[in-house]
């Protein structure tokens, strides 16, 4: 995965040699991230094929990286967010807010907003149309009530363009 907003490929190697090849062996190293962070935290609320989600506040969520490409999802939401906000583009998810990118143990993680995922059959024939193309649906509710996308990572990949 490529093409982040605002990132060079240098300062992805860069992260990624901080985050995933500091020892030897990284992938016990973040599973033993994944296990300390657990126990401060909690179970997870949330898992997708990149990331597990933890409660954060009452009011945001805190996406962690469980393998290289959660990194990259991470660090992409982010600079999307960075770069779109909550500007509303035509056929552009609404999107949910990114509060910060906090490194843990150099690890990038992301603080979101807390939603409320929703069940599309109660949308049947309102959902907009941005709602396509986002990865399995992950649509929620913020506290506004307003429809949002969750988990927007795959956006980087998505089969249409747009510009900013």
Not at 73 to 94: A, H, R, T
Not at 121 to 129: F, M
Not at 150 to 158: G, I, P
């Given at each position: 995965m490529d093409n982040f907003p605002n990132i060079s490929p240098d300062e992805i190697s860069n992260i990624e040699s901080r985050a995933i090849k500091d020892t030897e062996q990284p992938l016990i190293t973040l599973r033993s991230f994944l296990y300390s962070f657990s126990e401060k935290y909690g179970k997870p609320i949330g898992e997708g094929r990149h990331r597990l989600v933890f409660s954060y506040s009452d009011s945001e969520v805190?996406?962690?990286?469980?393998?290289?490409n959660g990194i990259y999802?991470?660090?992409?939401?982010?600079?999307?967010?960075?770069?779109?906000?909550?500007?509303?583009?035509?056929?552009?998810?609404?999107l949910a807010k990114c509060h910060s990118l906090k490194y843990i143990h150099k690890i990038p993680c992301v603080v979101m907003e807390r939603v409320s995922p929703i069940k599309l059959?109660?949308?049947?024939?309102?959902?907009?149309?941005w709602a396509n193309v986002i990865d399995r649906k992950q649509l929620g509710q913020n506290k506004a009530g307003v429809l949002v996308a969750?988990?927007?990572?795959?956006?980087?990949?998505?089969a249409f363009t747009f510009s900013i």
């Open positions: 805190l996406k962690v990286p469980k393998n290289k999802d991470n660090l992409f939401e982010w600079n999307l967010y960075l770069k779109l906000g909550s500007k509303q583009i035509p056929c552009m998810p609404v059959s109660h949308y049947l024939g309102s959902i907009p149309s969750f988990d927007y990572a795959d956006l980087n990949s998505a």
